[in-house]
């Protein structure tokens, strides 16, 4: 970062643009008539699922890295908008098996239609190349909060890195 233009702050921007498209797709779900079925931030869920169903919370927030308690929050908002229903694992009582509705498996192909538009509108104007380190940048940026969290969750301090 330059020191002259605190704007260009990496986390700043990481919030602009999160906050930018939260707008933006909530606005293509009005102007789809998915707005009363769909919510912003549920996608990770449904995709996970719609790539293999019937999986156990645990699996979905390993794939996803997220945490136990950001799951258990998500399932619940994905479960009132009546998108995925849960029963308990038959083959470990303690885990808890999350499968698609079909609310949701009808709403699949308006899903994949909008996430490729908003792939189109947040990569116009990239190359295919450009295309690929963003989404690398974005994986690894994802991995370094992830582990990020871990570190705290698990009451460690990081060490510093030398230089």
Not at 7 to 16: P, T
Not at 31 to 59: S, V
Not at 136 to 144: E, G, H, S, V
Request: with cysteine; aromatic share 6%.
């Amino acid at each position: 970062m330059k020191e002259s233009d605190p704007d260009a702050q990496i986390s700043l921007l990481l919030g602009r643009a999160y906050y930018s498209y939260l707008g933006m797709l909530g606005r293509f779900l009005k102007e789809k008539g998915l707005d009363k079925q769909l919510r912003p931030g549920i996608g990770n869920l449904l995709f996970a699922l719609y790539r293999e169903d019937d999986l156990t919370a645990t699996e979905i927030g390993e794939r996803l890295g997220l945490a136990r308690s950001t799951m258990a929050r998500l399932v619940n908002k994905v479960r009132k908008l009546d998108l995925v229903t849960t029963r308990p694992d038959p083959n470990d009582g303690r885990a808890i098996r999350i499968s698609l509705t079909e609310t949701a498996r009808g709403l699949m192909p308006d899903c994949f239609e909008l996430a490729n538009r908003i792939e189109g509108t947040l990569c116009r104007g990239f190359s295919q190349k450009e295309r690929e380190v963003f989404t690398d940048l974005l994986l690894r940026t994802i991995t370094n909060i992830t582990e990020e969290l871990n570190t705290m969750e698990s009451g460690s301090h990081p060490t510093k890195q030398k230089k």
